[in-house]
């Protein structure tokens, strides 16, 4: 009876695992707001993941993301954009501002230093004016 109990009680616990690593969290997304100053400005909370977990920018405006750690776990305290060589340290409840090359467009994965939460810039190329 035991052994039946702890086959239970392993596949209960392994469900979770896979629940809270793979199915929680909604990808939400994100077009980063152009300021008066012709600026891209986008805020990113994280807590228990990424959120919006995408940043749509337009290519070639200088653009900003502010990352807002709430989540006390040490997997979240560092935000990684391998491709640009980014690694910033995450402190718990501050404002933290990572500017990002918006020159390229194409897709810029992120992650936390673990490399468990992931999230993604995207940079649009901007589109021709069609007065003719």
């Known amino acids: ?50 959120s919006p977990s995408q940043v749509v920018f337009q290519q070639g405006i200088p653009a900003e993301l502010t990352f807002t750690r ?14 640009q060589g980014i690694n910033k340290f995450l402190p718990r409840n501050e404002a933290t501002t990572v500017k990002f090359d918006t020159s390229k467009a194409g897709e810029y994965p992120f992650a936390c230093g673990m490399n468990m939460f992931h999230g993604q810039v995207l940079v649009q190329a901007q589109k021709a004016n069609s007065a003719q």
Not at 15 to 29: D, E, K, P, Y
Not at 70 to 83: A, H, I, N, T
């Open 70 to 83: 709430k989540d006390p776990s040490s997997c979240l305290e560092r935000v990684v954009f391998e491709k």
């Open 1 to 50: 009876m035991l052994k039946i109990i702890l086959v239970f009680v392993t596949i209960i616990v392994i469900a979770l695992i896979v629940w809270w690593f793979f199915a929680s969290r909604q990808n939400t997304s994100t077009t980063a707001q152009v300021t008066a100053d012709h600026q891209q400005q986008a805020t990113i909370t994280v807590d228990g993941g990424y």
